[in-house]
């Protein structure tokens, strides 16, 4: 089955970076969609940021338009987020998703298999 591990959270500082780190198995990982979504105590989970199969198109929140990166490396089965100038609002567990040749979509029920997730916390 599918699986889905993101790795590289923790507890940084306001204006500091993290790079998380989605590995997927049991998938062909070239051929999905992936994105990253966030949810922060309380709150629904919030779409970040998306990356086609392809990796032609990249698409981000505004929230984080500028600041965030996202990424693939199909040869490792990884999704990568490079999180610069991180910001208290950034707070969140960070969760990896996929859909097979999906278009970029911004809805959780567009995405198949989901990880875990992985805890950003940003001190101010």
């Known amino acids: 089955q599918a699986q889905l591990v993101e790795s590289g959270g923790g507890l940084v500082q306001a204006g500091g970076s993290l790079r998380l780190s989605c590995a997927a198995s049991?998938?062909?990982?070239?051929?999905?969609?992936m994105a990253w979504f966030r949810q922060a105590p309380g709150k629904e989970r919030k779409f970040v940021a998306a990356?086609?199969?392809?990796?032609?198109?990249?698409y981000y929140a505004e929230s984080v338009k500028g600041r965030f990166t996202i990424s693939r490396d199909n040869a490792a089965n990884t999704v990568y987020l490079q999180m610069n100038n991180l910001k208290p609002e950034d707070t969140a567990v960070y969760f990896c998703?996929?859909?097979?040749?999906?278009?970029?979509?911004?809805?959780?029920?567009?995405?198949?298999?989901w990880g875990q997730g992985t805890q950003v916390t940003v001190s101010s």
């Open positions: 998703a996929g859909a097979p040749k999906s278009s970029i979509a911004t809805m959780t029920y567009a995405y198949n298999y």
């Open positions: 049991g998938v062909t990982f070239s051929a999905y969609t």
């Open positions: 990356i086609s199969w392809s990796a032609g198109s990249t």
